[in-house]
């Protein structure tokens, strides 16, 4: 049985680092490094997602659209760089902190609306960045294992092997993961050699043996008919061929650790914004060549069979080429660089989950506050790759729809994100441009989800898991003070010094016509419903609720005094009652005593009240206040006086 003190111990190693500002990894590094990294070491960080795909990308354009592989991946190729390429771009412009698209929307939309379609966007968000941990474990599995010295050996264990390597990924995270980046440079650098080399044999291979090509045009002729018909299908086929766009929405949230000017600023990091921009850039072209090439070769060289479930092409289909044409000795080096870039490209995918979630969720009341902390959510994270992993047997192919799913939904909220950012901004060009790839991207998605809707499937499972653990979570919490901290303006603190030295009793009361009558009104029936003596100070509360979505925030109170007699504490919060118990609390910290405040009761159903209250921050008032009081002071001789009469 583990002592109190093993335990303290382990509570404060799993909780280390929890704040609210400083959430994510992404975050706790750049404040380790204020001055980044020269942005193409950055980019490295976003290929081992993007440029890794190369792994599994060529098996799997071939298995959706065949022979028209080469075509769709030129149709892809385009939109990558006259689509996604200027819409994260200006993403980066207009969210230059990791951000990310989301947070774009997140200013686009207000109230629960806002909250509930960012929720949504976090389910895609989640589908994609664990699918990317589970399809690439799962896809160097595949390499591992059919490797020629080792299938006989590790052939029937595919899951085991898997779930290994999550673990190991989660392993590196709980111990800490600072120098991700040094890493990467080097893993990216040598797959990408390696890559070229594989390349060049394989149009080496195509040029010595020209009939390839012949017989390549000879298939699509007899199989499609005419070149238009051709391009007609490509365009038809290409958002099969999605994973390909990976990697944009983790460039932008790479951003922080990008080496900026050294007159950049928080607010305008110009430094930064350009550096993110040629690490976009770079990738797109360097990707978009390699997609080109190797589709044109993998479609050429290795027989169509060899791409199905069970083939030696599958899901692997750069490395068959290795083995093939460059030796057992350069194919288990391919295979072995391979394994391990796919492997720690789920890194840069664990890194955007926790660099979001913690971002989001606690800050809408929608998850615990160990949430914050990173190795909580990096086991959590696991035990749901674990899951997925055990789900889909470790299988690459079985899991190319939820992935593609969540990337095209994260690129097209991107689109339509700019496109709205370019209308406020006046840029008609702009606005078209971008209307016409957000209409593109709905296009491919909309495609995608027709033709693989078990990829929406496990994203609406994502997005139903994340709303029900939000709302159970706010549920729990709904009686916490919420308020981060309380400012009194100078005629506010007046009044409290004022009164310091006497009971101090407050009036709750719901701002009407605020004339003298109203004022004069609820001092009498609070005097005569609660006994207050005559010559007893008295002063008015009013609660003004901006946002109830939101869950937390510093409050600001301003005095007033109204027809020359009633003075009147006025805030503006997400909801009356947390705000009440924050002001009664803060002025007892104060002043040292325990101040009173006075309620009607409020008329109508408990349970529609509380409703009231949970979703739009008002409600039954009187007794939420006290309950918040309760659970902000454990100490009852210490809690302000609550009365409703």
């Known amino acids: ?28 590094e750049a404040a380790a490094q204020p001055h980044g990294r020269p942005w193409w070491r950055v980019m ?21 659209a065949g022979l028209l592989s080469p075509l769709a ?11 996604a390429l200027p819409v994260y771009r200006r993403v980066a412009e207009e969210s230059p902190h990791g951000e990310g698209s989301i947070a774009m929307l997140e200013r686009l939309l207000t109230f629960w609306k806002g909250k509930l379609f960012v929720l949504t966007l976090l389910g895609f968000a989640a589908t994609d960045f664990l699918i990317t941990i ?34 190991l990924l989660g392993a590196v995270f709980l111990k800490g993961f600072s120098e991700a980046i040094g890493v990467a440079v080097v893993l990216v650098a040598t797959y990408l050699s390696l890559n070229v080399v594989v390349v060049a044999r394989g149009l080496w291979e195509v040029a010595a043996e020209p009939h390839v090509v012949t017989d390549w045009t000879e298939a699509l002729t007899a199989e499609h008919g005419n070149p238009l018909m051709m391009v007609a299908i490509a365009l038809i086929v290409f958002p099969k061929l999605a994973l390909g766009l990976s990697g944009f929405e983790t460039g932008v949230a790479v951003m922080p650790h990008v080496k900026g000017d050294p007159e950049d600023t928080e607010e305008k990091p110009a430094g930064r914004i350009r550096g993110a921009k040629k690490l976009l850039t770079t990738a797109a072209i360097i990707m978009s060549v390699f997609l080109i090439t190797s589709s044109f070769i993998t479609t050429l060289l290795i027989p169509p069979a060899q791409f199905q479930p069970g083939g030696e092409a ?65 086991i959590v994270f696991t035990l749901v790759a674990f899951l997925v992993t055990w789900i889909f047997n470790a299988d690459v192919d079985a899991q190319g729809g939820a992935y593609a799913t969540g990337v095209l939904v994260l690129i097209t909220s991107a ?20 209307g016409v790839i957000s209409a593109v991207f709905i296009y491919t998605t909309a495609v995608n989800i027709v033709e693989r809707p078990d990829g929406v499937k496990i994203g609406a499972c994502f997005i139903a898991g994340i709303m029900a653990l939000s709302l159970l979570s706010r549920l729990a919490r709904v009686f916490e003070l919420r308020v981060t901290h309380v400012e009194f303006d100078d005629m506010a603190q007046r009044f409290i010094r004022d009164t310091a030295n006497r009971t101090i009793r407050f009036i709750a009361n719901e701002p009407d016509n605020r004339d003298r009558e109203e004022y004069r009104q609820k001092k009498e029936q609070i005097r005569a419903d609660n006994d207050i003596p005559a010559g007893d100070d008295v002063m008015f509360v009013e609660v003004t609720v901006l946002d109830a979505s ?74 939420v ?21």
Request: hydrophobic residues 45%.
């Open 44 to 64: 490295c960080l976003t290929g081992l997602d993007y440029f890794s795909t190369l792994g599994y990308q060529p098996g799997i354009a071939a298995l959706a």
């Open 625 to 645: 206040t006290r309950e918040v009081i309760r659970e902000a002071e454990p100490d009852r001789a210490r809690r302000p006086h609550v009365h409703a009469g």
């Open 73 to 83: 991946t030129i149709v892809l190729v385009l939109l990558t760089l006259f689509g």
């Open 314 to 378: 599958n899901g692997r289909a750069l490395a068959y080429l290795a083995h093939e044409y460059l030796g057992s000795a350069f194919g288990t080096v391919y295979d072995i660089s391979t394994i391990l870039i796919l492997w720690f490209a789920g890194s840069s995918a664990m890194a955007g989950l926790l660099n979001l979630m913690p971002r989001y969720l606690p800050r809408y009341g929608m998850a615990p506050h160990w949430a914050r902390a990173l190795r909580p959510m990096v």
């Open 415 to 434: 689109a339509v994100a700019v496109t709205i950012a370019a209308r406020r901004a006046g840029e008609r060009g702009w606005t078209i441009g971008f």
């Open 1 to 28: 049985m583990a002592t109190p003190a093993r335990s303290s111990r382990l509570r404060a190693w799993m909780l280390e680092g929890l704040t609210a500002e400083n959430s994510s990894p992404a975050a706790k």
């Open 134 to 167: 589970t399809l690439s474990a799962a896809d160097a599995t595949a390499h591992l294992v059919e490797n020629p010295h080792l299938t006989s050996t590790l052939h029937g264990h595919e899951v085991l092997i898997t779930l290994i390597m999550i673990a």
């Open 550 to 623: 939101e869950f937390e925030s510093g409050m600001r109170v301003r005095g007033e005094v109204l027809h020359d007699r009633y003075r009147v504490l006025t805030l503006e919060s997400s909801s009356i009652p947390n705000a009440l118990a924050a002001l009664l609390l803060h002025v007892r910290d104060e002043t040292g005593q325990r101040p009173h405040i006075y309620f009607e009761w409020t008329e109508g159903n408990p349970f529609a009240n509380f409703f009231r209250f949970f979703l739009f921050g008002q409600g039954e008032v009187a007794p």
